[in-house]
Every structure is written in C-alpha cells, then in structure tokens.
C-alpha cells in the first residue's frame, strides 16, 4: 500500500477540481475526452476502445467531442420526440440524503456535506428499489389451484450502491464526511451527555431521479457498507489524520418511512393521479 501524502494547502486550491466532478448531473466514471484519450493512447487505441463501448463508447465520444446533445434522440430514432438528453443543471436530479435536524459532525466534515445540502453520489449510484403486495393463500382441500388473499402492500427497502474515486484532498474529505454520517445516522441517540438520549436513529430525507421517482422520502438507514480495497492507493488527509481509498464502494440499504399520520392522510386516487409527485412528495 502507497501513501500519498498532502500539504494542507493545497486542499481548497483543489476544490474546484472536487466540484467538477461533484457536479448537478450524475455522470459516469470514464470521463477522459477523445482529445485526451488520444494524447495517451493513439488513434488506434482511441477507436478501438470506443468501438468495443457500444452504443456507451459512442455516446462517450461525442460528450468528448462537445456535440450538443439534445439532438441525439432523433438521431438514432429519426423522429421527433418530447424527451430531452439536454440537462437543466438549475434541477438537481442526483441521489441525495439530507442531513437530519440538529445534526453537528466535526466542522470539517460538516461543511463538506454542507455545500451539497447532504450526502449526494457524486457518481450514478445503482439502486434496487421493489414494492410488494403481500397475501395469503387458502388451499381447498383436494383442489389445484390455491385462493390468493390479500393482505398489505409496501414500498420495500432501497438498496443504494454508488463508487467514489478520490484524486484529491477535497474529495478525500468528502468521502470521510459521507462514511461518517452514515455511521452517524444509524445509531441511536445513547450515552452520557447524549442530546435526546433514547431516541431511535434519525430519519432521513431521501432525492433523487426527479418528481416521480424519490421526492422527499422518509427514510431510515437500515444499514450502511464500505469497501476498502487492498489493490488501490490511499491518500492521508493531514486535516482529520485519515487515510481515504482513491477508489471505493459505498452501499446503502434505506427503508422508507412514515408516520400514522401521514398514513392516515393517504389517498390512492391522489397517489394514482401524482398528486404526491406533483406537490410535496413523499409517498411512492
């Protein structure tokens, strides 16, 4: 294992750098330009890696090239449609948890999560999500065929599973921060000198995708993972005296949750009809 060690310096100069890649639109891990990838690898190199990409290497070739993409739609289909690659950046649509109410980590990593208004995955994250309709079944006596009888209905738990690469020390503070509050909101409030001891783990609130996917979901965090990979460098962040992987896993699983109240005020034609969607959220 290699340690990369950094002056303090150099940590806000590099801000900027950290900001591009935790920028509005989820992007993908291979961000190397066709220019760049030229400059390394040769023209040959350059082709052949976009063609073995597919449709993706294409589609990574032109970003690179800086061809708008709005019109890539029509390209492909040779028609019209209302859909658009363009992004509105004003409309932050990445995977985001919100920092729960009266939570104060060390000031660093605090102002780390801060400035983008919680834990976000700065990169696309892979997400299960499934809802179920539970039921019971009654079995006749000498019969085939088994009556389904319905029971309850529920949006099951959210597993949430995005990679960070670290190449600063800005990033390297973003990560810790993450890795910190996640360890944070999955424990209780405990302890002598404990603010509010007894009370259960937060709740969080969870964004991401847009209006009809997650819009302000209750969630607690059922359980949190991260890898630390013994094939990659660390880089020592000399602000908290901590090692951060330059590339690693972070996995979430979040269960949506709601009070009886909330509950009690549901409405499944306003549901049907987005009426949650297309106001404040929640429910999905």
Not at 26 to 33: E, I, L, N, Q, V
Not at 50 to 70: E, Q, T
Not at 94 to 119: C, W
Not at 200 to 224: A, L
Request: with cysteine; net charge neutral; charged share 15%.
């Amino acid at each position: 294992m290699s340690e990369l060690e950094i002056n303090p310096s150099p940590i806000r100069k590099s801000s900027d750098a950290s900001q591009k890649r935790n920028s509005k639109a989820p992007s993908k891990t291979d961000t190397m330009g066709v220019g760049a990838s030229i400059l390394k690898n040769g023209v040959k190199q350059t082709i052949e890696n976009i063609a073995s990409g597919g449709v993706g290497g294409i589609m990574s070739a032109i970003r690179g090239f800086g061809i708008p993409l709005d019109g890539l739609s029509n390209i492909f289909s040779g028609g019209t449609n209302n859909a658009s690659w363009s992004r509105d950046d004003n409309n932050d649509w990445r995977m985001r948890l919100s920092i729960p109410v009266g939570m104060a980590m060390d000031p660093i990593l605090q102002a780390q999560l801060t400035e983008t208004q919680g834990m976000i995955f700065p990169y696309t994250p892979s997400i299960i999500f499934q809802h179920s309709a539970q039921y019971s079944m009654m079995k006749p006596t000498h019969s085939n065929y088994p009556f389904p009888i319905y029971q309850s209905s529920q949006p099951d738990a959210l597993q949430i599973s995005g990679e960070f690469y670290v190449e600063s020390a800005a990033e390297g503070l973003y990560w810790a921060a993450c890795v910190h509050y996640l360890r944070s909101v999955t424990k209780m409030a405990y302890g002598g000198g404990t603010s509010n001891q007894g009370s259960p783990p937060p709740i969080v609130i969870m964004n991401g995708y847009g209006d009809y996917v997650f819009k302000n979901v209750p969630c607690v965090i059922q359980s949190m993972s991260v890898d630390l990979p013994p094939d990659v460098d660390y880089l020592y962040l000399p602000d908290i005296n901590t090692y951060a992987p330059t590339r690693s896993t972070i996995t979430v699983v979040a269960q949506p949750t709601y009070s009886r109240s909330e509950v009690h005020k549901f409405s499944l034609d306003k549901f049907v009809k987005g009426g949650y969607a297309n106001g404040k959220g929640g429910f999905i």
